[in-house]
C-alpha cells in the first residue's frame, strides 16, 4: 500500500460497520435523553429522584452520547476521504443535516447543564417537542446515504 489512503481502503466495510454502530449508537441516546429530561422536569429540584435523574443524564451523555458523536464523526469522515463521497452532492446535503444534528446534540448539552443546576425553565412538552428533531434528521440522513438520489 502506498499512501495512507490506500490502506484505509482495504479496511472500507470496518470503517463503515464500526461508522455505523456509531451512529446508532449516538442516536439512541439523542433519542432517549430529551425523554428523560420529559420525566426530569415532573421532578422537584433537589429531590432524590431529581438527584437520579441527574446521574443518569450524565452517564447517557458522557458515556454513550458524546464517544458515540465523535466516533460517528471520525469514521464518517474517514469513509468519505477514502471513498471520495465528498465529491457528491447527495454526501454534501448529508453533511448538512449531520451538521445540524451536531448542533441539536450542542443544544442536549446546554439543556443538560441546566437541569445539572437546577435551571430549567422549560415544560416537559418542549422536550417532547424536541424529541422528534432527531429521528427526522436520521430519517433523511439514511435517505440520503442509502438511495444517493443526486
Do not use: C
Not at 439512541?28 to 435523574?53: I, K
Not at 465523535?70 to 448529508?94: M, N, R, S
Not at 448538512?96 to 444534528?101: E, M, Q, T
Amino acid at each position: 500500500m502506498d499512501t495512507l489512503k490506500d490502506f484505509l481502503a482495504g479496511y472500507e466495510r470496518w470503517l463503515l460497520a464500526f461508522h455505523v454502530i456509531a451512529v446508532i449508537s449516538w442516536m439512541a441516546g439523542m433519542l432517549y435523553l430529551p425523554r428523560l429530561f420529559v420525566y426530569h422536569t415532573e421532578t422537584q429540584p433537589g429531590s432524590d429522584a431529581s438527584e437520579r435523574f441527574k446521574r443518569m443524564e450524565t452517564k447517557l451523555l458522557k458515556v454513550i452520547i458524546n464517544p458515540a458523536m465523535i466516533a460517528a464523526w471520525v469514521l464518517g469522515l474517514t469513509l468519505a476521504w477514502v471513498t471520495d463521497a465528498y465529491t457528491q452532492g447527495w454526501f454534501h446535503a448529508k453533511f448538512l443535516l449531520v451538521i445540524i444534528l451536531s448542533g441539536l446534540h450542542g443544544h442536549n448539552v446546554k439543556l443538560w447543564r441546566a437541569f445539572q443546576e437546577d435551571r430549567n425553565t422549560r415544560p416537559a412538552r418542549y422536550f417532547r417537542i424536541i424529541n422528534e428533531a432527531p429521528a427526522l434528521l436520521m430519517v433523511l440522513i439514511v435517505i440520503l446515504a442509502v438511495v444517493r438520489p443526486f
